[in-house]
């Protein structure tokens, strides 16, 4: 079965710089959720967008930003990335009819 | 708000025999939904069981059962026959019944099963 699609997998990047994140979620789910783990922590909710709609938002830093676009694929902008946004970056994904989420791999972001 | 709490960091339960895990919510909504999620050292997030609120009947998945008690904001997942590959962090999860809304996890309780 298709699974939650990230990439990069691995980012490496320095203070300052910025960071785009993409997701592409099971097909057919309408609604997808972003999350930061950081090591030893569980996960943090970030934003979500159902139908290309923002629909929750968490703790994201103004610094960040996303969409979901027409495909339904979404994206995490990153900008003056700082050391302490060196985490574990969830995509998840879920249909409106079940609101199961099911993770992506993640994308593991180091910024030196 | 919503609160989840895991009371038990780490958890060890030999091979083959049963461990429950617990988990306990805060919330004033009466439509919502409760997950176990599974994370291996891999560090991917694995969906366990789930539960819903309005459902009085305990969720079952194979070796995996929930005891699911509303009204004292129980949810503690039960494992049966125990096999190395449990072996992982296990979060409880929260979820208002409403599209796009986040999960507010427990932080976590480590399971080692041992040979």
């Known amino acids: 079965a298709a699974g939650v699609i990230q990439s990069p997998r691995h980012l490496i990047k320095e203070k300052r710089e910025t960071a785009t994140l993409k997701c592409y979620p099971i097909?057919?789910?309408?609604?997808v959720y972003w999350y930061q783990q950081g090591p030893g922590q569980d996960p943090q909710f970030l934003i979500s967008?159902?139908?290309?709609?923002?629909?929750d938002k968490g703790s994201i830093p103004d610094r960040f930003s996303a969409q979901q676009f027409s495909d339904y694929h979404s994206e995490l902008n990153m900008s003056s990335l700082e050391l302490g946004d060196s985490a574990l970056y969830f995509c998840?994904?879920?249909?409106?009819?079940?609101?199961?989420?099911?993770f992506g791999p993640g994308t593991r972001l180091t910024v030196l | 708000a919503q609160t989840v709490t895991q009371s038990q960091p780490e958890m060890s339960v030999q091979e083959a025999e049963t461990v429950t895990l617990s988990c306990t919510y805060d919330?004033?909504?009466?439509?919502?939904?409760l997950f176990w999620y599974k994370q291996p050292p891999s560090r991917q997030m694995i969906l366990v069981i789930r539960?819903?609120?309005?459902?009085?009947q305990n969720a079952t998945e194979n070796r995996f059962s929930v005891n699911f008690q509303k009204a004292a904001k129980s949810f503690s997942l039960k494992i049966s026959d125990s096999q190395l590959g449990d072996t992982a962090m296990y979060f409880c999860?929260?979820?208002?019944?409403?599209?796009?809304?986040?999960?507010?996890f427990g932080t976590g309780t480590s399971l080692t099963v041992i040979p």
């Open positions: 539960q819903e609120a309005y459902k009085q």
């Open positions: 998840a994904s879920s249909s409106s009819s079940y609101n199961e989420q099911y």
């Open positions: 919330t004033s909504e009466n439509n919502y939904y």
């Open positions: 999860a929260f979820m208002k019944r409403l599209t796009g809304n986040q999960f507010y």
């Open positions: 967008f159902y139908e290309k709609m923002q629909s």
């Open positions: 097909p057919r789910h309408d609604t």
